[in-house]
Structures are given as structure tokens and as C-alpha cells.
């Protein structure tokens, strides 16, 4: 909610916006850096689960694969 009130959504002005939450807004940096580690680790934490999932042989049931490779692929095209 914090990053929403001063992020402007505009393909020409979403960078400046972004630059100006990082160094005008109070404490910008240090939401905008929480925001972006925040985003890495919940991906760090789908990769280990998906890891653990490959070394027990949770891919051998067809429908937890399927499953499984659906929302990595919803995953990713929303972190894009």
C-alpha cells in the first residue's frame, strides 16, 4: 500500500516515480528495497521448494507435476 500511494503506473513516468520513491519519500529506499528482496526470496523459496519436490520424487505422480509446473508458469508471468 505505501508504494502504491506514490507510484505512478505510466509506461513514460513509472521509472521516475520509482527513483522518486527511492530518494524523496521517507524511508522509500528502505520500502522499495524490502519490496524487491521480498519478491527474490519468495522465489528462492518456490526454486528450494521444487528442489525438495524433484529429490523425493514428487514428480512422479502425473497430477502434482502438472499442477505444480501450472503455478510456476502463473508465477512467473506475473512477476513479469
Known sequence: FFLA???TANINLA???IVHI???VPYGWIM???HA???SMFFICI???IARGLYYGSYLNKNV???GTTLMIILMATAF
Open 5 to 7: 500511494i506514490h507510484y
Open 15 to 17: 521509472f521516475s516515480s
Open 22 to 24: 527511492t530518494r524523496d
Open 32 to 34: 522499495q528495497n524490502l
Open 37 to 39: 528482496i521480498g519478491a
Open 47 to 49: 526454486y528450494a521448494h
Open 65 to 67: 507435476w502438472l499442477s
